[in-house]
């Protein structure tokens, strides 16, 4: 990961990051790291999930880098409060363990991807940029890989809400494509894709593509063994 990220043109802003983890150390280390570079502002840090709501209306950051296990309030919750808001950031879990219930449900509640706190500075960054300006699903082979060992319930209102291509654009989705490798695979243009994704996340009422994804597998619609 050298040079330019290809997901953020020279003229943009940097993306604002709102750092939440209980740990001193922690936060300071992730501030440190972070503002190396030019293309990310640390605007804040705050150490529990009770006060992200304000913090994210106070600093309005556009990624919140959010600890998945706090006292008070958890990442779990915090997450699922801050997509309540209008116009919520995107949440990047950081967590000390990959395979994670805490990490699956907070996956769940709309954050929309997750990376380990051990994980090279170079990669959290990378991480943080392809959340603010991506379009595909974030390191999909470890999502795949805790879906898993997760009970699988049928629900065919998942399939029912949708047409059989944004089911097949969804399927797709979970497997990691962009939406530009989803159109070469239907042979349909990038613009029709970023149609048949608004429509998935629209008819499922998830958050991002991570959270539908994560409903896809856990009703069976997305196979994670494939």
């Not at 380990?116 to 959290?124: L, V």
Request: hydrophobic share 45%.
């Amino acid at each position: 990961m050298t040079g330019a990220d290809p997901t953020q043109a020279e003229t943009d802003p940097p993306v604002r990051v709102l750092v939440v983890d209980d740990d001193e150390l922690t936060r300071t280390g992730l501030r440190t790291l972070l503002s190396a570079g030019p293309d990310l502002d640390v605007v804040g840090e705050v150490t529990d999930g009770a006060d992200v709501p304000d913090a994210v209306d106070r600093l309005r950051p556009d990624v919140v880098l959010m600890d998945v296990r706090m006292p008070r309030v958890d990442g779990i919750e915090a997450t699922r409060r801050l997509r309540a808001l209008p116009d919520p950031p995107k949440v990047l879990v950081i967590t000390t363990f990959e395979n994670d219930s805490y990490v699956w449900d907070a996956l769940r509640a709309g954050a929309g991807g997750f990376i380990r706190k051990r994980a090279p500075a170079r990669q959290i960054a990378h991480a943080i940029r392809l959340l603010a300006f991506g379009d595909s699903l974030l390191f999909p082979d470890a999502v795949r890989r805790m879906a898993v060992d997760r009970p699988v319930r049928q629900d065919s209102s998942v399939t029912a809400a949708l047409t059989a291509r944004e089911t097949e654009t969804l399927r797709l989705m979970a497997r990691g494509l962009s939406n530009q490798e989803i159109a070469a695979r239907l042979f349909v243009s990038p613009e029709t894709v970023k149609t048949h994704v608004g429509n998935v996340l629209a008819k499922l009422g998830a958050g991002n593509r991570t959270q539908a994804v994560v409903m896809a597998f856990e009703t069976g619609v997305a196979d994670p063994g494939t």
